[in-house]
């Protein structure tokens, strides 16, 4: 069975601070998608990064930047220089590549609601 | 990028009444569309897989009868939910998906209200 763990349930940061969010997974997949999605309160679901289990390298796109690290089955994000717009929930998603039609179905995180204050 | 359209974005409906729920990819075919459901403060759990042209893939849980999935063309797909009643408020959402390892689009979410 496949797991996604989002530990932190909430954070708050003030406006300019880093800030990283975790994320633990498990699967028995050997072939597997990781996905962030940012879901700001308007409720829609925007997505942020998609790593497919063969590429570790990390990836900084702006102010965003992921570690992935397959020894320790963990894909964290990074905001640096946070920005009150940043303010949102953040779900971490597990794909397991299927054979047949794509038909692969993501496993959401619990999420983590992040509060940057002005 | 890939854009997928659900319609309405809020619903009221009276309880014991059916609503139809629409997502559309508008500029791909969507082999795959997914069904999700989120209770308030919690996270997305996938309802059903369907696939154009075939019946969905219902997920352990799942009433398949309540919860009719549609998925005629490769742009449209359609969730009805019916004989609602107050714990079936939630918010529902969809997303599309093209090739194999591709991401999914998500629509904009469908908030539905049973009194």
Same mark, same amino acid.
């Given at each position: 069975?496949q797991?996604?763990?989002?530990?932190?349930?909430?954070?708050?940061?003030?406006?300019k601070?880093?800030?990283?969010?975790?994320c633990?997974?498990?699967?028995?997949?050997? %072939?597997y998608?990781?996905f962030?999605?940012k879901q700001?309160?308007?409720?829609?679901?925007?997505?942020?990064i998609?790593r497919n289990?063969?590429?570790?390298? $990390?990836e900084?796109?702006?102010?965003?930047?992921?570690?992935?690290?397959?020894? %320790?089955?963990s894909?964290?994000? =990074?905001?640096?220089?946070?920005q009150?717009?940043?303010?949102?929930?953040?779900?971490?998603?597990?794909?397991?590549?299927?054979? $047949?039609?794509?038909?692969?179905?993501?496993t959401?995180? =619990?999420?983590?609601?992040?509060?940057?204050?002005? | 990028?890939?854009?997928v359209?659900?319609?309405p974005?809020?619903?009221?409906c009276?309880?014991g009444?059916?609503?139809?729920?629409?997502?559309?990819?508008?500029?791909?075919?969507a082999? %795959? *569309?997914f069904?999700?459901?989120?209770?308030?403060?919690?996270?997305? *759990?996938? *309802?059903?897989?369907?696939?154009?042209?075939?019946?969905?893939?219902?997920?352990q849980?799942?009433e398949?009868?309540?919860?009719?999935?549609?998925?005629?063309?490769?742009?449209?797909? =359609?969730?009805t939910?019916?004989s609602?009643?107050?714990?079936?408020?939630?918010?529902y959402?969809?997303?599309?998906?093209g090739r194999?390892?591709?991401?999914?689009?998500?629509?904009?979410?469908?908030?539905?209200?049973?009194?």
């Open positions: 069975a797991k996604v763990t989002q530990a932190q349930t909430e954070i708050s940061v003030v406006e601070e880093d800030v990283t969010l975790d633990v997974y498990e699967t028995r997949d050997t %072939t998608y990781l962030w999605y700001p309160p308007s409720g829609e679901l925007v997505f942020l998609r289990s063969f590429d570790e390298q $990390n900084i796109s702006g102010r965003y930047s992921w570690n992935f690290q397959k020894s %320790t089955s894909f964290n994000f =990074t905001i640096t220089a946070s009150v717009v940043d303010s949102a929930v953040y779900f971490c998603a597990l794909s397991e590549a299927q054979s $047949n039609f794509g038909n692969e179905k993501l959401f995180g =619990t999420g983590t609601r992040l509060t940057i204050i002005p | 990028g890939a854009v359209s659900q319609h974005s809020r619903v009221i009276k309880s009444t059916s609503v139809k729920i629409e997502c559309r990819s508008l500029d791909f075919q082999t %795959t *569309m069904w999700y459901r989120q209770f308030p403060k919690q996270s997305l *759990m996938l *309802m059903a897989t369907s696939n154009e042209g075939s019946k969905a893939t219902y997920e849980g799942v398949k009868d309540k919860f009719l999935i549609n998925h005629a063309s490769l742009t449209l797909s =359609t969730l939910v019916t609602a009643h107050p714990e079936d408020s939630s918010f959402i969809c997303s599309a998906r194999q390892g591709s991401e999914a689009f998500f629509g904009q979410g469908t908030r539905l209200t049973v009194v």
